[in-house]
């Protein structure tokens, strides 16, 4: 069958996929519009529900990407903060980098390999 | 005489001319630099899909440079080749098709990108350049040569890193840092090569993997190629020149970029695989290999989510992604002295890592472009100042939901049959592997999802309301890859079948690739 890729344990079929995927959009969009009818665009409808505090310009509300994940990086403080000071920008230490890693894999082929 | 016996030479002789005419085409107008490089870069790709096909159909070409007939690798009363020469099989022309594929993307995606920098001739030949480089170290039949492309495809990528640097420190800055380390791996390449031939008189791929021993000295040969060339591929912790040299290179060279890494990935396999093969301890090679890959993988995703350029978040999901690579081809590695093991799941882990590499070089180049395009009309590549573009620049937005859910590894995109591959394979040499391999992949999805958010969703923020679609030529180099991608994630089976496998096969059959050299095949 075209679209059909054995993976040793078992097999992939994007083609089928799809098909799954639209029927189900078909199912979900049936249900949609089953549903209730009496929203209104452009009252206070559309408004966010904020606890009763005042909505912030559309502008001002846009999350910018430094806060994005910040509790992921502030929760995994103890791993970043030495992997961060390990990237100095420094040539020096992307040499010596690419040395001790010769070193390692020498040791390693010269008593093993 | 037929040229198509030429096709060989022809793929790097066009693009290798085309550089030095450059110059020359220049005087014409700005434009015809870009359109030159183009058409070259059209043609050499017309010769490589019709060399995959004579490859794929009839074996392994061998194109020996200055004998009476490009197919006589031995001259009468030679037991060893002695001419310089190409043997492109299936795993050579497999990379073959990616870097003349994302060169000639590059170079129609340049069109309008460079349009508004001066000195395109020198940029153009040095992307022709490059790409010549690349197209060396795939095709290439014996070490030395290998050492020259290799120093012909870092030169050329040095200066086009620095490319924008004449008025800005970073590129400049960028450049010089991938000077020192092309540098440091051109020398122990060197001198690997010198131990080759110091000891056996040969630098003959197939016949230097002949004679080869596994002396002291060719432990210590395979113990200076690896890290190089890993480093090269930009394989943790040697990777840190590539966020720096990916972020500040124009985009569609970061696109190239890419690829050129994966021409020394390509060479790592070349040599563990076709060079030493089961005369190395193929277990502990494999675990080296799998372990810098999956220090890749782990590492490249943590520092990628971290990042608030796009370009160095991006490059950071390239060295993350080439773990994959890493993993699946050094589980193959690990299991090559075992054929039950290797039939059983090494040879799919394999397609897994090989299978990737076309499609990291797809989607990655295509996210590169967006990033391109994005700092194109911004101005910026900082996500903090980006907002609201999916309103102005519709197509970049759907080619960037496309390129991100295809690195994420999500269906039905061309990421996921690779990982695929992989995760099921190597889940059966060992199932931590597989585990962490998911997990980043999930972490993947997680920093593309604040990228897209960052630079796509929200508002259209007030600096950016002029803002509007990329030209015309940015927008199709983009479409392309986009339909590569799909395609290949719909029909994944098209290409393992055709492609990928006899890629994989070529690596693992040493006797194959000797015997096309030496004779007896």
Known sequence: ?113 | MNLLTHTPALIIAIPLLAAFLMPVIGRINKKTNGIFTTFALGISLILTILLAFKILSVGTQVYVFGAKSPVLTLPSGLEFPIRIMFQIDAMSIFMGLITATVSFLGAIFSLSFMDKHNGLDKYYSLLLLLTVGMFGMEFTGDVFNFFVFLEIASIAAVALIAFRGTDLGEPAEAGFKYMVVSSISALMVLFAVGIFYGQYDLLNFAALASVIKYSQLDKIALGLLIPVLAMKAGAVPMHMWAPDAYSEAPAPITMILVVASQASLYALFRVTFSLYNITLNTLAVGWIIIILGLLSMFMGVTMAIIQKDIKRLMAYHAISQTGYMFLGVGVGLAVLANPISLSQYGITAMEGGIFHIMNHAMYKGLLFLTAGALFYRTGTKDLDKMGGLAHSMKYTTIFFIIGAAAIAGLPPFNGFASKLLIYESVYRFNPLLSIIAMLVSILTLASFVKAFHSAFLGPKLPQFKEVREVPRSMVWAMAVLSCIIIFFGLFPDLIVKNLVHPAVMALIEQFKYTGTVLGGI
Not at chain 1, 50 to 62: A, T
């Open chain 1, 1 to 113: 069958m075209l679209g059909l890729l054995e993976t040793g344990s078992g097999f992939w079929s994007a083609i089928v996929w799809v098909i799954v995927v639209l029927v189900i959009w078909v199912i979900v969009y049936y249900i949609r519009s089953k549903g209730e009818k009496s929203y209104k665009k452009n009252t206070e409808q559309d408004q966010p529900f904020i606890s009763g505090n005042p909505e912030l310009s559309k502008e001002g509300s846009h999350i910018s990407a430094s806060h994005i994940y910040w509790g992921f990086t502030e929760a995994l403080k103890g791993y970043y903060n030495p992997l961060i000071k390990m990237h100095t920008g420094n040539m020096n230490d992307y040499s010596s980098w690419i040395v001790i890693i010769a070193v390692i894999i020498l040791i390693i082929v010269g008593v093993n390999g």
